[in-house]
Nanobody
Framework: QVQLVESGGGFVQPGGSLRLSCAAT?????????MGWYRQAPGKQRELVAE??????NYANPVKGRFTISRDSGENTVDLHMHSLKPEDTAVYYC?????????WGKGTQVTVSS
């Protein structure tokens, strides 16, 4: 069984920064290729924020230039560094991975951007 454990998030004023971290735990015998972050704002669908795969790093257009996704080599962890945060970034952020064809999700962490 794979679990994704998230940390970080919280309340920040517009223009501020936050870092989210996620670690995959469980019976994992290899380095996971795909790990990333999605978010869901109230009344909206869950959407991709950023994702790393074996071949590429992908960012949603609204966060390009402001967010950076990173992974430690050989580790099943993923961080999301968020800068120049805007009120529209307010959402629950979910860690996501795909392992042996199955999707796994974290429980989510709240990010609130407000003055």
């Amino acid at each position: 069984q794979v679990q994704l454990v998230e940390s970080g998030g919280g309340f920040v004023q517009p223009g501020g920064s936050l870092r989210l971290s996620c670690a995959a735990t469980g019976n994992i015998l290899l380095t996971i290729a795909t790990m990333g972050w999605y978010r869901q704002a109230p009344g909206k669908q869950r959407e991709l924020v950023a994702e790393t795969t074996a071949r590429s790093i992908n960012y949603a257009n609204p966060v390009k230039g402001r967010f950076t996704i990173s992974r430690d080599s050989g580790e099943n962890t993923v961080d999301l560094h968020m800068h120049s945060l805007k009120p529209e970034d307010t959402a629950v952020y979910y860690c996501h991975t795909i392992l042996t064809g199955q999707d796994y999700w974290g429980k989510g962490t709240q990010v609130t951007v407000s003055s």
